[in-house]
């Protein structure tokens, strides 16, 4: 009998797969051209509504007069420069080159993107104004969030916490008492913007609210029923679990071959022959920076700062908001979801039941690798999409650049803000500037600002001369957590919150997130860093309530605020560039699905509740990865994600849920232009033919 020939080549090899390959790239190609393409508008405050002084546009790094003010001409050149396709224009800026900090990614906006969503394909709404309700309560958070900066999170939630100030001997109400958490929050909820109770105006015009003024006014009642809760203004998300830490801050892997007595608690994370501690070096207390006119002036002109904001004597669990903003200053920005991901390998975490429908192996492993790839594509997705956003299209100033522009003006300079002067006069008011005593504003909250900055002064030679100093009474610069300030990169939007927003939705779509948190993480109880050190991790609790995916969107929510404690962000730079992240991810996963030639899917819940499923067909066709968006008002828990066929009107829930932030503003006119580019596909059908002849 003849021995039959076997052929041990695989099929789909040679001018077949090469083939399939290209047809395949292109298909995602396609899928990339079908998403939306957005043209919207900045808040106009730096070419429309303030003309001769850009008060409210970011400007730091260029020349700055005595009191703030930017030089002109070098921002109408700064701005030419970043919104020119190619430039090799020589910026003038604010300090001698060899102080000068340097513009962080200004023209990383420009750069394509080859798989996933390209930075015109997403987009933040138009930023708050100012003068209008939700600006002046976005500042007046971060005053409050810089006087709580050393406490510890476990002490935030508790109403009598003391926050360090007294209320003056003449207030109606408390005269002389010693302020606590409450006292804090109770100042605040005389804002408008966080009075429910309250009509307040829009920014761009119109009777009612914009949708995504609407969605950041609402989650500060997610907690608490109808007041202001911790929770709610310091996160911005629902937080669950009782804790407000993320556990995937805390925790470590625990056992595994090379460590086998390796417990969670220890806070060590095993990564191969490697570990990585969860412990950080945390920066001293009540180090704040910024708080003279003299230092704030020279960060504004890009000054490069000394001294750093750490203390590597000091080695412990994030404990307090400095911590954690900390913990944002230093570590690469992708590396807390690296090690939740490390955490879920590590114990063996089940991945999406949608993935592994296969039990012979033909489905990818989904492990590190994988999984490594997609973040990594996450962060650099995030990346150039938020400085396109941030330079390209927004530039909006950071918050210490708005306090400082309240200190002039509180302090008899107003006549240098131009144009922006009367709004920045209605912030003042409603902060109720000056008056400590009012019981109707929250002035008491800028007075204990001035308390916090001239006990930061006491603490440091004023050695300088400045043309302009503040009053002590009326200084209302506000602290900052770093040595030179915010970043030298505009504030909408945030970049950590992008990258956070896209890295957690990536893990969410992996990993099944119906599995038990402790079968994810082998955690038994929730953790706290201890209450004297914080060196050691202690028993917070048992596990009730706490769920995975709860867990990474804490993550995500911690770390979008880490900037925020540290006066780099507003809530609106952070809530939205959040949202941004997740519409990217979701772009990156669907073209990655594309790459199988087996059906898969992935289900998970979105930020704002809604489920998202992911589902291919396994096939090469234009529709063959398709991302079902189901509201949550829609969602029936008993059913099932939907299957694949059965997701008829998908493109139109997808595009929808793509634009629900922007579809308001979105103006086509804003980017007309003439299409210069030679379409390849005749070139792509010359390709296809010639292998396959």
Known sequence: MAHKNTNYRPVDSGRNRAAKALTRRSMA??????????????NEEDCHRFSTVSVSSFTKGLPHNPYGIANRSAFEEFVTSLTSETTDASILTGCPDDEFMGWEGARDGHAFTLNGADPTTVALPPAPRLGFCEATAELAELYAMALVRDIPFRALTDQETLIGFRYPSTHPLKPGKSANIGDLFEELEKLAWFDKARTVATSFGGRRLTQPELRRRQVKWLSNLDRVSVDALLSGAPVGGETWLSQFLLIGSGACERHPTRKVSCGVISAGAHSIEQRIAAPAPGLDYLTNWHDWLRSQNGARATGSPAAADRIRFVSTPRDLSAYGRFDPVHQPFVNAALILLG??????????????????????????????????????????????IHRRGRPESLAAMLSLEANGEGLQLGEAQNSIQLMLKDLGAGQPDDASRPGVLLDWISQLNADRNDRKPQDFESLFLVDPNRNYLLPMAWPDGAPMSPSYGSLRAAVAGACVTVLKAVFDM??????????KYKYAPGALSGERLEVAGNIFGITLEGELNKLASNIAIGDRFAGAHFHSDCYESLRLGECLAVGIVQEQLLEYGVAMSMSFTGFDGERITIASNGKAASDSVRAYIEPASDIVQENPPPAWEEMEDWEYRFNSWWTRSVVEFENPMLDLDEVDIEFAMPQLKEKLQHLTA
Do not use: C, H
């Not at 119906?514 to 955690?523: F, H, I, L, S």
């Open 29 to 42: 190609t396609f899928m990339a051209g079908e998403r939306p393409t957005l043209s919207v508008p900045s």
């Open 347 to 392: 114990n063996d975490a089940p991945r999406d039941a949608g993935l592994m429908r296969s039990k012979k192996g033909l489905s990818a492993s989904w492990g590190f690798t994988e999984i490594n790839r997609l973040l990594g594509d996450a962060v650099l997705q995030a990346t150039r999409a938020v400085r396109r956003q941030q330079y390209q």
């Open 514 to 523: 119906n599995v038990a948190y402790t079968r994810a993480t082998g955690a």
